[in-house]
T-cell receptor
Framework: GDSVTQMEGPVTLSEEAFLTINCTYTATGYPSLFWYVQYPGEGLQLLLKATKADDKGSNKGFEATYRKETTSFHLEKGSVQVSDSAVYFCASPGTSYGKLTFGQGTILTVHP | GAGVSQSPRYKVAKRGQDVALRCDPISGHVSLFWYQQALGQGPEFLTYFQNEAQLDKSGLPSDRFFAERPEGSVSTLKIQRTQQEDSAVYLC?????????????FGPGTRLTVT
């Protein structure tokens, strides 16, 4: 079946550092890919998405490019802020109606 | 506008009790999903509704779990004879159309603790 794998372990960075969170997927169809974010005390919200190979999703300074050749959708940001501290989830729909398979989540903590 | 709401936000149940968790999706959204999120994990799919029809219940972990959406709007997830392993956050999400590329809007979740 479909699966999504995120990098292991929490990430701790200083403000203005460069961020990469790796995500790889296996999917047999319905190729949209998503990054969702969960801020402390809040619900999951969509951060960005890409709907086909080579698409780049971007939002709030974050970017991710859908790489079919490496089955990856890594999340990047050039300069993180304290307010970016949250849990980030990579997700892929495994059906035509959008049933999501999530990665295990990556906790990001940004220190001033 | 109003987002997805869930109630209660927190529920403590004694083992063996029945619980009912409510989801109010965004008005007009066709698709409704339930997910279960264990501590430190990503959400896992439970069930899917298109309007009032439950089209996929493959993720329900046992026959103690039951979901309904009788009028195609509000949905209820019911867990009978709760067990400790049912302790988790239950998330509801809705989407405007039945399409894998469309965003799902999540509610804040109901945190269920079974003692």
């Amino acid at each position: 079946g479909d699966s999504v794998t995120q990098m292991e372990g929490p990430v701790t960075l200083s403000e203005e550092a460069f961020l990469t969170i790796n995500c790889t997927y296996t999917a047999t169809g319905y190729p949209s890919l998503f990054w969702y974010v969960q801020y402390p005390g809040e619900g999951l919200q969509l951060l960005l998405k890409a709907t086909k190979a080579d698409d780049k999703g971007s939002n709030k300074g974050f970017e991710a490019t859908y790489r079919k050749e490496t089955t990856s959708f890594h999340l990047e940001k050039g300069s993180v802020q304290v307010s970016d501290s949250a849990v980030y989830f990579c997700a892929s729909p495994g059906t035509s109606y959008g049933k999501l398979t999530f990665g295990q989540g990556t906790i990001l903590t940004v220190h001033p | 506008g109003a987002g997805v709401s869930q109630s209660p936000r927190y529920k403590v149940a004694k083992r063996g009790q029945d619980v009912a968790l409510r989801c109010d999706p965004i008005s007009g959204h066709v698709s409704l999903f339930w997910y279960q999120q264990a501590l430190g994990q990503g959400p896992e799919f439970l069930t899917y509704f298109q309007n009032e029809a439950q089209l996929d219940k493959s993720g329900l972990p046992s026959d103690r779990f039951f979901a309904e959406r009788p009028e195609g709007s509000v949905s209820t997830l019911k867990i009978q004879r709760t067990q400790q392993e049912d302790s988790a956050v239950y998330l509801c999400a809705s989407s405007l159309v039945r399409d894998s590329s469309y965003e799902q809007y999540f509610g804040p979740g109901t945190r269920l603790t079974v003692t």
